[in-house]
């Protein structure tokens, strides 16, 4: 079946740094790929998506690239901020599975000043 | 977009008894899913709710563990029956709108003891 392989957290940056979090997928077909962010006590957003190969989702500063070769969507961003302490989770949809998403385990990261 | 509701937002039950988990959206939404986010871990699809009709449910969920019903197109309950402390959870409602942007409610977090 489908599955999300994130890198284990939790990670911790300082401000201003630049952020990576890897993530693979195994899937059949085409999926869709997304980031989720939650932030402390907040619910579940979308953060960005890509819908078939090559594509580039961003939002925020936030990118993440749709790589089929690599079977990756590693999320990146240049310079974080506190405020992009949350949990992040990369996740899939398969082929025609809108709204049934598979989830990776979430990473935890943390922004200090 | 699409604004979610749950109730309760939490509670804490004892083992044995069943809870009842009410999800509202704002608009009418194509389809609408169960999530499961056991504590430290990922989040688990449930179910998707049909409305009319018996939901379809993922491997490893049943009806008669987690009966779900969905009377019209922007409400949706989910019952958690014959608890156990392995239920302790937080329980997400999702929608999928007409646009298919998908989104979260706030969640329910269900302690069992």
């Known amino acids: 079946g489908d599955s999300v392989t994130q890198m284990e957290g939790p990670v911790t940056l300082s401000e201003e740094a630049f952020l990576t979090i890897n993530c693979t997928y195994t899937?059949?077909?085409?999926?869709?790929l997304f980031w989720y962010v939650q932030y402390p006590g907040e619910g579940l957003q979308l953060l960005l998506k890509a819908t078939k190969a090559d594509d580039k989702g961003s939002n925020k500063g936030f990118e993440a690239t749709y790589r089929k070769e690599t079977t990756s969507f590693h999320l990146e961003k240049g310079s974080v901020q506190v405020s992009d302490s949350a949990v992040y989770f990369c996740?899939?949809?398969?082929?025609?599975?809108?709204?049934?998403?598979?989830f990776g385990q979430g990473t935890i990261l943390t922004v200090h000043p | 977009s699409a604004v979610i509701s749950q109730k309760p937002s939490r509670d804490i039950c004892q083992r044995g008894t069943s809870l009842t988990i009410q999800c509202q959206v704002d608009s009418q939404v194509t389809m609408m899913f169960w999530y499961r986010q056991q504590p430290g871990q990922s989040l688990t699809l449930i179910a998707t709710?049909?409305?009319?009709?018996?939901?379809?449910?993922e491997s490893g969920f049943v009806i008669d563990k987690f009966p779900i019903s969905r009377p019209n197109l922007t409400f949706s309950t989910l019952t958690v029956s014959n608890m156990s402390p392995e239920d302790s959870s937080i329980y997400l409602c999702?929608?999928?709108?007409?646009?298919?942007?998908?989104?979260f409610g706030p969640g329910t977090r269900l302690t069992v003891t």
């Open positions: 999702s929608v999928l709108t007409l646009g298919y942007e998908q989104y």
């Open positions: 709710a049909n409305q009319g009709s018996e939901a379809t449910y």
């Open positions: 899937a059949t077909g085409y999926p869709s």
């Open positions: 996740a899939l949809a398969g082929g025609t599975s809108y709204g049934k998403l598979t």
